[in-house]
C-alpha cells in the first residue's frame, strides 16, 4: 500500500505520543441502549492492542447514530467505552466531549499505554461539514492520527480528512490496511476467472460498480430486484416485479458492453414469485404473509411479482461459482429479509464457502447473510464497509484515504 499504514510505526514513533484513532464505533443499540453486536468495535481491537503495547496514549474519536449536530444522550458512546473496556480487559475513560478544556485536560492526563474515548463527533455539525476549524481543534490533541474507520473513508469529514491538515503523521490503521488490500487486489491483480456477484433492489445503484467491474470481470451474476430491470430490457415479462423503467435502456447498454468485452452476464432462469401486495399495504408486512410459488421459467405472469431466484438458477449459479478463482458479493439474491424469500441469498453463501475462491464480501445484507449462516471465517474477506467499499469498487479514490501519509 502506497499510504504510510500503523505497521510502519514502531515503538519509537508511538511511545509517549498522543495517537488519535478515528474509529467505527456505529454500533447497533436496542432501545434499552444495549449494544446488540459489538462486531466493529472488536473490528478495531488489533489497532487498539498494537498502540497501548507500544506505549501510545491513544485517542478514540467515533460517530453514532444520526444526532444532526445536537447533543442527543441516546447517542452517547458511553456504551462504546465500556464494551470496549469488557473485550480488553483494560480501563477506558470516557469523556463528555470531542473538543475543548474538558478533553484537553484528560488528555493531559493520561499515561502511556491509556485510553481515551471521546463523545460522538456528530454532536457537532462541523463533523460533517468538515469544518476547518473543528478540525484543528480535533488535531490540538494529537501527535499522530490514524484512521481504521474503513466504513467512513469515503465521506470528507473533519475526523477522516479535515484533521489530517494539521497533524504531521497520518496512516491507516490495521482494519483499513486489510480493506484495501483485499479491495485492491481484487480489482487489481485477481486470480482469474473473476466474477462478480451484484444484487439488491435497483440498478441505478450499481451502475457505477457494474461499469467498473466490466473492465475487469470475466462474468457478472446479476440477481435480486435489479434484475427485473435486465430481464425487461432482454424483452422477457416480469408481472408485477421491481423495475426501474428510465434504466431499461442503461441494462442494455450494459448487456452489450459486455457482450463486446466478452463478459458473460448470468440472470435469473427462475424465480419464486409472491402475490403482488395491494395498494396501500406495507410491502414487507404484506410479503410475510402473501401466497407465493415457484415458477420454472424466466418470465412471470401479472399479479406476480418476483422475490427470490428459483432452484434451476440456485443451480446455475453455484456452478459458476465453483469455476472461480476470484470472487465478489454484494446484495442479496431476494427479499432476504422474509425468511421464505432467503434462499437464494443463503445458498448463494454458500457456495462461495464450498468454492476455494479468493471471495470478498462487500458488507451490507451478503455480509449479513454470511454471519447468519456463520460462514464469515470461511471468507477471505468480509468488508466492514457497504458504503466505502462499493465506492472503491466503483474506482472512486476515498477522501478518507487519500488524505493519509504517502510511504
Not at 503523521?169 to 462478480?196: D, Q, R, W
Not at 403482488?276 to 411479482?305: C, H, N, Q
Not at 451478503?366 to 454471519?371: E, R, T, Y
Request: some cysteine.
Amino acid at each position: 500500500m502506497a499510504k504510510l499504514s500503523l505497521s510502519d510505526l514502531n515503538e519509537s514513533d508511538l511511545k509517549g505520543k498522543r495517537v488519535f484513532m478515528r474509529v467505527d464505533f456505529n454500533v447497533p443499540l436496542d432501545a434499552d441502549r444495549v449494544i446488540t453486536s459489538d462486531n466493529r468495535i472488536k473490528a478495531a481491537i488489533p489497532s487498539i492492542k498494537y498502540i497501548i503495547e507500544k506505549g501510545g496514549r491513544l485517542i478514540l474519536a467515533s460517530h453514532l447514530g444520526r444526532p444532526k449536530g445536537e447533543k442527543k444522550p441516546e447517542f452517547s458512546l458511553d456504551v462504546c467505552a465500556k464494551k470496549l473496556s469488557e473485550l480488553i480487559g483494560k480501563d477506558v475513560k470516557f469523556v463528555n466531549d470531542c473538543v475543548g478544556d474538558e478533553v484537553k485536560n484528560a488528555v493531559d492526563a493520561m499515561k502511556d499505554g491509556g485510553i481515551l474515548l471521546l463523545e460522538n463527533l456528530r454532536f457537532y455539525k462541523q463533523e460533517e461539514k468538515n469544518d476547518a476549524d473543528f478540525s484543528k481543534q480535533l488535531a490540538a490533541n494529537a501527535d499522530i492520527y490514524v484512521n481504521d474507520a474503513f466504513g467512513t473513508a469515503h465521506r470528507a469529514h473533519a475526523s477522516t480528512e479535515g484533521m489530517t491538515k494539521f497533524v504531521k503523521k497520518s496512516a491507516a490503521g490495521f482494519l483499513m490496511e486489510k480493506e484495501l488490500k483485499f479491495l485492491g487486489e481484487m480489482l487489481e491483480n485477481p486470480k482469474k476467472p473473476f466474477i462478480a456477484i451484484l444484487g439488491g433492489a435497483k440498478v441505478s445503484d450499481k451502475i457505477m460498480v457494474i461499469e467498473n467491474l466490466l473492465s475487469k470481470v470475466d462474468g457478472l451474476i446479476i440477481g435480486g430486484g435489479m434484475a427485473y430491470t435486465f430481464l425487461k430490457a432482454k424483452g422477457r415479462e416480469i408481472g408485477d416485479s421491481l423495475c426501474e423503467k428510465d434504466k431499461i435502456n442503461t441494462a442494455k447498454e450494459i448487456m452489450k458492453t459486455a457482450l463486446d468485452k466478452n463478459v458473460a452476464i448470468y440472470l435469473p432462469i427462475d424465480h419464486i414469485v409472491a402475490k403482488t401486495p395491494k395498494s396501500g399495504e406495507d410491502f414487507m408486512t404484506a410479503l410475510k404473509s402473501a401466497e407465493y410459488k415457484e415458477v420454472l421459467r424466466d418470465s412471470i405472469d401479472d399479479g406476480w411479482e418476483g422475490v427470490d431466484i428459483g432452484k434451476n438458477t440456485i443451480d446455475k449459479f453455484r456452478n459458476i461459482i465453483s469455476k472461480s478463482k476470484t470472487i465478489f458479493w454484494n446484495g442479496p439474491m431476494g427479499v432476504f429479509e422474509v425468511e421464505q424469500f432467503s434462499k437464494g441469498t443463503l445458498e448463494v453463501g454458500k457456495a462461495l464457502a464450498e468454492s476455494g475462491a479468493v471471495t470478498v464480501v462487500g458488507g451490507g445484507d451478503s455480509a449479513s447473510a454470511i454471519k447468519k449462516l456463520k460462514l464469515s471465517d470461511k471468507m477471505t474477506h468480509v468488508s466492514t464497509g457497504g458504503g466505502a467499499s462499493m465506492e472503491f469498487v466503483e474506482g472512486k479514490e476515498l477522501p478518507g484515504v487519500a488524505a493519509l501519509t504517502n510511504k
